[in-house]
T-cell receptor
Framework: GEDVEQSLFLSVREGDSSVINCTYTDSSSTYLYWYKQEPGAGLQLLTYIFSNMDMKQDQRLTVLLNKKDKHLSLRIADTQTGDSAIYFCAETPESNSGYALNFGKGTSLLVTP | NAGVTQTPKFQVLKTGQSMTLQCAQDMNHNSMYWYRQDPGMGLRLIYYSASEGTTDKGEVPNGYNVSRLNKREFSLRLESAAPSQTSVYFC????????????FGSGTRLTVV
């Protein structure tokens, strides 16, 4: 099937904003997610957005959704070294029973002092 | 709260050996999933169980079997391990409400030699 696309790497300086982009595949996805994976750990749900929204803000995190272009982005304000991790975008197409998510390959964020 | 517990955390197998990866959740979630994570490939769905008593194949089911033992437990079995099954395996669970996303276990790192 089609892939959820993300850029593989992003490097930013501490204190700058980070923007991680994702292009998803299925316009029927009602929820879109961002997960964070720290080294040696499982994935942790960061935030999600419902498809009838175009923006969601949660403290330092801002999610933007362009449903027409099937484009999702995650902005991290005032990025800290503790934000260094892999970030995964995920969709839930209505065609997937059992609510199985389709994940992108992940974006490795490196935050340098 | 334990969340999703996977055992073992690490395992080395010889080609042809069998083993079962265990997963248990204590959140009363209905759906459970097994993913594998490989470098450059992101997460790929192996099998899932939408509810107790049902299991379905995901994207990469060959070489694996699963058992939804009860609502809490979902095991993944490798009958005859192959080097291509060297990977990190993640179990996850979710409610039927997609907005809650998944809760992931911390993973099992499997090496087949």
């Amino acid at each position: 099937g089609e892939d959820v696309e993300q850029s593989l790497f992003l490097s930013v300086r501490e204190g700058d904003s980070s923007v991680i982009n994702c292009t998803y595949t299925d316009s029927s996805s009602t929820y879109l997610y961002w997960y964070k994976q720290e080294p040696g750990a499982g994935l942790q749900l960061l935030t999600y957005i419902f498809s009838n929204m175009d923006m969601k803000q949660d403290q330092r995190l801002t999610v933007l959704l362009n449903k027409k272009d099937k484009h999702l982005s995650l902005r991290i304000a005032d990025t800290q070294t503790g934000d260094s991790a892999i970030y995964f975008c995920a969709e839930t197409p209505e065609s997937n029973s059992g609510y199985a998510l389709n994940f992108g390959k992940g974006t490795s964020l490196l935050v340098t002092p | 709260n334990a969340g999703v517990t996977q055992t073992p955390k690490f395992q080395v197998l010889k080609t042809g050996q069998s083993m079962t990866l265990q997963c248990a959740q204590d959140m009363n979630h209905n759906s459970m999933y097994w993913y594998r994570q490989d470098p450059g490939m992101g997460l790929r769905l192996i099998y899932y169980s939408a509810s107790e008593g049902t299991t379905d194949k995901g994207e990469v089911p060959n070489g694996y079997n699963v058992s939804r033992l009860n609502k809490r437990e979902f095991s993944l079995r490798l009958e005859s391990a192959a080097p291509s099954q060297t990977s990190v395996y993640f179990c996850a669970s979710s409610l039927r409400d997609r907005g809650n996303g998944y809760t992931f276990g911390s993973g099992t790192r499997l090496t087949v030699v």
